[in-house]
Nanobody, 114 residues
């Protein structure tokens, strides 16, 4: 499974960004897709996940502001990020989970200036 993320950038606090991740390769039987983020010196943390049935879950810190969705026909998952805060600044990684294996895309930098 190959994952290609895009959509990061520099925004001001309160603004929005939309991240996209396209999955390719052996994408059948992917159990879930997710977005994680990481800042220097900290562990990578789950931001949002969507499973094969469309069930979603979110980190408490982003509930009500971020929304994960997918376009199954285009093998794409999105992360709509609204009301961004400075503490959302991080490298965001697309993730897929299949047969007990995590697959990762290259990160995309999101920087929120206050």
């Amino acid at each position: 499974v190959q994952l290609q993320a895009s959509g990061g950038g520099l925004v001001q606090a309160g603004e929005s960004l939309r991240l996209s991740c396209v999955a390719s390769g052996r994408i059948f039987s992917i159990k879930s897709m997710a977005w994680y983020r990481q800042t220097p010196g900290k562990e990578r943390e789950l931001v949002a996940r969507i499973d094969g049935g469309g069930t979603t879950n979110y980190a408490d810190s982003v509930k009500g502001r971020f929304s994960i969705s997918r376009n199954i026909a285009k093998n794409t998952v999105f992360l709509q990020m609204n009301s961004l805060k400075a503490e959302d600044t991080a490298v965001y990684y697309c993730n897929s989970f299949k047969y007990g294996v995590h697959y990762w895309g290259e990160g995309t930098q999101v920087t929120v200036s206050s």
